[in-house]
């Protein structure tokens, strides 16, 4: 079995550069721990892949030997520059005078990631006066291995809208709810995302997912529940009256 264009997937991963050895990045905590690259804001789960579509991408080279696995699949792919993060362009290496960066001038160093002219770039050289900024992603150039497990294919509507929820909403699996029906959808937003500043633009992603990937839903509906703190505060407490007793 292989999956066609638009299937959702869920597969765990962890990647490597082929000539260092240098593991950069992984769905799974364990491995995140055990290679020290654990973050602590991220929240590690198996990794939402929409076959050759732009919603949930991986790169091409990924893509195209997910598209030939299926569940329980454990490979491990090789991603080349060409269809990986690139080919290295001597043309984005760029030599500026360090004190371009400003504040930042005295705190930096070779390896750091730093914005200029709204462009992110890797400092490679520092010395003279200069810095030299590497334009180029990280990893261009360099070939990828993936060590891929092929957990599940979300084939029904409710676990479509579970997976899409489960990847756009930044909280717990458990405080994720929804009621699915006929045509529609409701979907409870938890309460500690309700004044996110980005709350705006979680929902528009997601109506645009579900309505995608389940084509059979009419309607999305956001449920937000506000509660009044002031009511919730503890009231005086009234003492009970004891009960009358009947004369002997």
Partial sequence: MTFDKGSLILVDYTAKVKDSEEVFDTTIEE?????????????????????????????KGLDEALAKTAVGDKLTVEVTPDKGFGERDSGKVRMIPIRKLGEDAEKVSVGDTIEVDNKRGIIRFIGSGRVQIDYNHRYAGKTILFDVNVIKSLDSPTDKVDGILKNRLPVEDSKISFDLKDKEVSITIPEEILRADGLQIMKHFIQLDIFKFVPTLEKVNFVETHINKQTQEKKPETKEKAPEQKAA
């Fill in 31 to 59: 491995d995140a721990k055990k290679f020290s690259i654990h973050e602590q804001n991220v929240k590690y789960q198996p990794k939402l892949v929409s076959i050759g579509e732009v919603s949930y991408p991986v790169l």
